[in-house]
């Protein structure tokens, strides 16, 4: 019997990075290979890199090198790189780490197979290279798909690409233009899903507000989410990334009428001056988004609202970040998070004057991030006393003493969560559980319970 060949997979980047992952894990198990998590173990390793700003692909190469460690002191026989840092500097990963025995772009996933065979393919045209352009990928409910996530959650990737112009964004440029997945499409994923046990379930895109404007959809996202409030089983649905010009009423009345449906708002806003935002290339003014965000607010009273602001992008001179201070102070987000501007070769922003300080946006980004601990503290004690339904997801990171859940108003991975200190006795509580919990104490991001 023929030993069959182990495949590591390494994912990194946001979950729209992810369910490429699964999707490649997918395809190399129905092609016959072994699925491995202890890498000293792999004979193939997939790396799944993020390149959109510098931090992320410092964390892509540091992870490269250490991959290409274990073909000298383990078993390694061939190292993948794949994502978004192969789409821009595919030629210099080749030579500056020789290790690297195959490249693949992120319309390239289905390649995977040619490329993980032992006389496979070095390298496949990428966009990087200026060669033949591939054909725009986007997944569907067909797709083999090996889900890394909790049992009880998934994403759903619902659309690929983005036509914004935003200065400081690469991802036209990496991932193509915007295209939406049919709506049966994505009905039929989130009824296989829910079939296997799966509770809640994340729809992602770049742009998820603009979902179906490609296909003549009017209000897309809001029928979507009608829809898929009926599929049996799913208990949650939340979307993630929206563009702030691009909330319709009849989304907010889909949020307030479907009980499945969490009241939870991902809103990148980037910034709140206007002579900023104009520099971005970014729809909207400070007061347009108060504005929105009131509306919202108005229209579903138990909203939560997260958003994120980029700090330190070129021109941002001092009166324009107290200006977003004041803004936070004004609004008082739930969420917020906080980046600091990133210079990428490519962007429109790249050739921009008045360059700031690196020192000046670090500052910037801890007096911001200092100012919305405060406002989180404050709304998170306002829950003090009060019920909610949480999904439990096991042992707490924190300590194996206590128990860990989110509200509708978390988002895996990206907010603060529910730490239970205390259940009745007798309970059986397990991860994938909804439970209601009594909020008894508040932190700047994460709240202690009991469940009652």
């Known amino acids: 019997m023929i030993e069959k060949k182990k495949v590591g997979m390494v994912s990194l980047g946001c979950p729209k990075n992810l369910i490429d992952s699964e999707v490649m894990m997918g395809l190399l198990s129905r092609g016959g290979y072994e699925l491995t998590s202890d890498r000293k173990e792999a004979d193939i390793l997939v790396v799944n890199t993020c390149g959109f700003i510098d931090s992320a692909r410092q964390e892509s190469v540091d992870t490269i090198l250490e991959m290409a460690e274990l073909k000298q002191s383990g078993r390694l026989e061939r190292l993948i790189v794949a994502g978004c840092l192969v789409e821009r500097f595919q030629n210099e990963l080749r030579r500056e780490i020789p290790e ?26 990428v966009y990087s290279d200026g060669a033949a352009t591939p054909e725009l990928y986007l997944y569907d409910e067909t797709t083999p798909r090996l889900r890394a996530t909790a049992p009880y959650t998934a994403y759903v990737k619902i659309a690929e690409g983005c036509d914004h112009t935003c200065a400081f964004c690469i991802i036209p440029r990496l991932r193509g233009r915007f295209r939406s997945r049919s709506p049966e499409s994505i009905i039929r994923e989130a009824e296989m899903l829910a079939a296997q046990g799966v509770k809640e379930i994340v729809l992602i895109s770049q742009d998820t507000v603009n979902y179906g404007a490609d296909l003549a959809l009017r209000d ?50 980037q910034h709140a001056s206007s002579r900023v935002l104009a520099r971005m290339r970014r729809g909207g003014t400070r007061s347009s988004y108060e504005r929105m965000i009131n509306r919202i607010r108005e229209q579903v009273p138990d909203v939560a609202v997260r958003t994120t602001f980029i700090v330190g992008f070129p021109g941002e001179r001092e009166e324009n970040f107290e200006e977003l201070i004041d803004f936070i102070r004004a609004v008082e987000f739930d969420r917020v998070g906080v980046f600091i501007y990133s210079d990428e070769e490519g962007s429109a922003a790249f050739a921009l004057e008045e360059k700031v300080d690196p020192k000046t946006a670090r500052r910037r980004e801890r007096l911001l991030m200092k100012e919305q601990a405060r406002i989180s503290r404050r709304r998170n004690k306002q829950l003090i006393g009060s019920r909610v339904e949480v999904l439990l997801e096991g042992r707490s990171k924190e300590s194996d003493l206590l128990l860990e859940g989110r509200m509708k108003s978390q988002a895996p991975e990206i907010d603060g969560c529910i730490l239970i200190n205390d259940m009745p006795e007798g309970c059986e509580a397990h991860s994938g559980d909804f439970v209601t919990v009594e909020i008894t104490e508040a932190m700047d991001h994460d709240l202690i319970g009991r469940i009652v």
């Open 100 to 125: 690297i025995d195959a490249c693949i772009g992120v319309n390239q996933i289905e390649d995977i197979l040619a490329v993980a065979k032992p006389n496979g393919r070095r390298l496949l045209p």
């Open 220 to 269: 897309g996202l809001a029928r979507l989410i009608d829809s898929l409030a009926l599929v049996p089983g799913i208990r949650w649905i939340r979307f993630l990334y929206c563009y702030p010009t691009g909330i319709s009423d009849e989304l907010l009345r889909v949020m307030r009428e479907r009980e499945n449906v969490c009241s939870y708002f991902d809103i990148p806003l």
